[in-house]
């Protein structure tokens, strides 16, 4: 147990390293520079472009080199102080994650999880239910292979524009402002539950199609032949076969986490929701080094550390795992 | 599953406990709601950077004077009076009885302040200090200016573009956070207060207590929501049910829908949208052929300006004046006459005959124009990817080119890059409506356009393709120090005539105030037949009339 986890968070670390050095070169190597990017609309007095640019130069240590702007920004990791941002200057970035990544968690963690959920759910079934199958096996490939931004613009027309259920833009309407009260409760679940169900969607047809096959896989094992021979239920087959099948969707559910933002990124584009995802989509734009660094550095971390989560669960749900590292055989 | 449950639960929980602190919701009929400002959430209301959000400028801060650009004239605001008493001062008396919003006595103190911080401190307006030799208070509402060299262009655009700041505040912030303070919550004088700020909207609360109540009229809304700006089709989406009064957004094709469902504009028909800036091809003049006037003269002419106005815009934008110029502050010193003579206009016989003159034939048969040193063109016009209208018009541009064989293609850069490059002298040719927004003196648009400032590092003033003539820049200088009118005719004509004939820029079509709105929640929207004010809410612009707006709207019942 002990030399797994040790193992473990060894790699983990050396990811994390790479990562936030990957984060730290790569926007520095789009051409121009984000001062430019920030000025290049401005129009003012003669001679005072060039008197903000140098302010704005000195001020965010651009005019260092750049192995000093790095130890710079290991320093900033180990602190937690990102900064400001150059395209929201001069909001401190840790405020802007703070503020954005609540609209991500109620939105992402309930849409994956309960994606996964229900997809593995339905995919047991269509996996013993031939009829069944028939007719969800090409639903769930047509989920799983819609883009997130093509099932969120269909979604949005049809429930959003021609059915006008529900609103097709924002966290909440426009003349409400956040306040612990039902009517704003009911708002934004009303502007959640577009932005979810395209998550939610596209995930599930994934799950299902997975856990679908497993299922038949396992049906066919020898354990399930022997149990069939045995007299025992259908649904004791099923259950069993269903812990088996679980531990490759486990795994897929970890590397899912580490495409959270992607997928994020294209629903709140879509439905214009305030998360991570389209801020991270306009620090691009912008090339807000600080920014970026920011969100690309909490985005690691949860991605890190939801994969570790699944390697400690891993221990519990699959016995050979835990034995394999604790020498109990 | 009963766990998953419980966890989201508990997650709902702290997402709403977190936002209970505040809250409420307006009333929808003492709300205007608008967009089309802003690109980024809201993040400084700190009016002395260039981009501080959107109504900071013009709803809290206020200028000493107004500018009507539909009547280029000017209205005493802040200030009761302001005129030259000499060659070189200009005396303001302040009106008396406006109060900051937090109760204190705007006083010629005030602003003197405002300038001498920027004596004192690194400030984009700086540089006037070149130029300005002292501000003296005479009493509480007596201003004098000195100036070493007036400039007089200059100053008529610094009086309504410089927004006064209250001294017992400022202050009190010390010199290395003069620029980095976010300045929530800002204490101006303007009629409205900072309200609320989130991610994806400002919203700004009447000042009741604001002087100009008893002078101007009382602004209608009680609150102004601006949201920060979302993709087009959501945009018209809201602006069809009402939840958008007034949209400052560039959509696509709104002359269809303006057609099809009840939406405003300026005018009722073509080219619906006022004229803010002049869109126009940039021509690096340090690459061959465009270092030749002859060349770039022969291009103006080969361009049909109508074929852009309609393919890429449907109609919603006006050609350009071949000088440019727009706009009555700028149109005032339009010379007919030079435009009759050295005026382009679509004529690619022309065209072809210029280019055969001098020397830019076809020499090695491939069908495309080569130098006269039988050199090859080839050339590109590039501007950012996903500006649709652009991209549509750098392929009208490229196809008439190519029509008196010009081997010009268009290019679509990531806008960084495109920025990138133009800041660097890297393109053959670009568009680009930089410094050329509509003011009162043509003087900003011959600066910028033109501007001096070429042989640094990069270019960023304005003269994007290095056109270098120390005749145009001296008379350009002139212009700005120059008082007498009929002088200044006589300048501007000269300006005119050279840039007709040297071709720096080819202008081609102006850029609208882009305007929609809707009669859902309010009305009595300016317009043409009821032109009282302007719709617009980009930034620095709302003392140009979005004031006069705000007093005369009517909510609907």
Known sequence: ?329 | MKNCLRLLLALSLIFFLSLASWGQEFDRRETLVVTGAAWGPPSSWNVLIPNPQMGTGGLVYETLFSYNPLTNEYRPWLAESGQWVSDNEYLVKLRKGIKWSDGVDFTAEDLVFTYELAKNNELPYSPIWKWMRAVVAEDAYTVRFYFREPHYAEWDRELYQRYIIPKHIWSQIPADELLTRANRNPVGTGPYLYHTATQDRMIWVRNDNWWGNEVFGTPKPKYIVDLVNVSNNITLGMLLKGEIDLSNNFIPGIDKVKQAMDLQTWFENEPYMLSWNTAKVYMNTLRKPMDDPKFRRALAFAINQQTIVEKAYGGIVKPANPTGLFGEGWLKYLDEKVVDEYGFYYDPAKARALLDEAGYIDRDGDGWRDQPNGDPIKLEIIVPSGWTDWMEATRCISNDAQAVGINLVPAYLDAALYDNNRFNRNFDMLIGNQQSTLSSSPYTYWNGVINHDIHGKSVTNGNWGCYDNPEVFRLIAEFNITKDENEKMRIASEIQKILLIDMPVIPLWHNGLWAQYTNLNWTNWPSEKNPYGIPVTWGNTYQLGMIDMLINLEPVN
Do not use: C
């Open chain 1, 1 to 329: 147990m002990g030399r797994y986890l040790s193992k473990k968070i060894l790699v983990y670390l050396g990811t994390f390293v790479i990562a936030v050095t990957i984060n730290f070169i790569i926007p520095r190597l789009m051409p121009g520079n984000p001062i430019q990017i920030l000025l290049s609309r401005f129009s003012g007095m003669e001679g005072g472009r060039e008197i903000i640019e140098r302010q704005l130069t000195l001020l965010f240590n651009l005019d260092e080199p750049l192995i000093v702007q790095y130890f710079n920004f290991w320093r900033s990791v180990v602190t937690g102080d990102f900064g400001i941002s150059i395209m929201q200057f001069p909001t401190p970035v840790l405020d802007i994650i703070k503020r954005a990544i609540i609209f991500d968690l109620v939105l992402l963690v309930p849409a994956i999880i309960l994606g996964w959920i229900v997809g593995n759910k339905l995919g047991a079934f269509s996996g013993v239910n031939k009829r069944a199958d028939n007719v969800l096996m090409p639903v769930f490939y047509f989920l799983t292979s819609s883009p997130y931004f093509w099932l969120a613009g269909v979604v949005a027309f049809f429930l959003g524009v021609v059915l006008d259920w529900f609103p097709i833009s924002g966290a909440y309407g426009v003349t409400m402002v956040p306040a612990f009260t039902w009517k704003f409760i009911l708002d934004y679940l009303k502007h959640w539950v577009l932005p979810f169900l395209s998550i939610f969607l596209v995930d599930l047809g994934g799950w299902a199609i997975g856990m679908r096959n497993m299922i038949i896989y396992e049906r066919n094992a020898n354990y399930a032949k022997y149990m069939e021979a045995l007299g025992a239920s259908d649904k004791l087959i099923r259950n069993y076969g269903f812990r088996n099948g679980i531990l490759p969707q486990v795994t897929g559910l970890a590397l899912r986490l580490a495409n959270i933002i992607g997928g994020a990124i294209a629903v709140e584009t879509v439905f214009n929701y305030p998360g991570l995802g389209r801020i991270m989509l306009n620090a691009v734009l912008n090339q807000d080094y600080f920014l970026l660094q920011g969100l690309f550095l909490a985005i690691v971390t949860m991605t890190l550390a939801a994969n570790f989560l699944v390697d400690i669960v891993y221990m519990f749900i699959d016995p050979r795992v835990r034995i394999s590292f604790s020498g109990e055989v």
